[in-house]
T-cell receptor
């Protein structure tokens, strides 16, 4: 059972507009959420994260919003650029991850930004 | 750049042969991870290590073994490769202020 869900496999937006990528989770016992971006033939790269005690974190064009009551987070990219075209993964870190601190991953959303 | 390299970057092998993938890091991180990525499955954890000679299984560990005899190297072995192990394999380390995972460039493995 997927504990972290990215329900949209793909998203297409126009250059300059806002891209909104969504992620839902089912377990309340996550203390940290992360977004990664992945280009073809490369490893995932860390993009932005948010602690469960916050509801917003911003870094340049990227903002992550966390709605704990809805168990929902979203990544906003404004303005979108063609270079943002990639697969975006949402990941969550359990509170009691023990020694390994394993991340729980969504399946990814493929974003296409059209010129 | 977290100083992670993977070798080989590409490999074609035959069913039944052993295969070893290497992950090398230069920054002395304690935690290292092996993932595989497949269409429709996202990233799945195979094995991880929390120190030299300290390893444990992930969610898809069957058919794989790992070893970590030095801090900088984490090896993933397919004892007898099968076609279902055709995949892209990523190594990651855990580091940074928020203990984020940082990934290597990946190894593309094709088992014929």
């Amino acid at each position: 059972d997927q504990q972290v869900k990215q329900n949209s496999p793909s998203l297409s937006v126009q250059e300059g507009r806002i891209s909104i990528l969504n992620c839902d989770y089912t377990n309340s016992m996550f203390d940290y959420f992360l977004w990664y971006k992945k280009y073809p033939a490369e490893g995932p790269t860390f993009l932005i994260s948010i602690s469960s005690i916050k509801d917003k974190n911003e870094d340049g064009r990227f903002t992550v919003f966390l709605n704990k009551s809805a168990k929902h987070l979203s990544l906003h990219i404004v303005p979108s650029q063609p270079g943002d075209s990639a697969v975006y993964f949402c990941a969550a870190r359990p509170y009691n991850a023990g020694n390994n601190r394993k991340l729980i991953w969504g399946l990814g959303t493929s974003l296409a930004v059209n010129p | 750049d977290a100083g992670i390299t993977q070798s080989p970057r590409h490999k074609v092998t035959e069913t039944g042969t052993p295969v070893t993938l290497r992950c090398h890091q230069t920054e002395n991180h304690r935690y290292m991870y092996w993932y595989r990525q497949d269409p429709g499955h996202g990233l799945r954890l195979i094995h991880y290590s929390y120190g030299v000679k300290d390893t444990d299984k992930g969610e898809v560990s069957d058919g794989y073994s790992v070893s970590r005899s030095k801090t900088e190297d984490f090896l993933l072995t397919l004892e007898s490769a099968t076609s279902s192990q055709t995949s892209v394999y990523f190594c990651a380390i855990r580091g940074g202020q928020q203990e984020t995972q940082y990934f290597g460039p990946g190894t593309r493995l094709l088992v014929l």
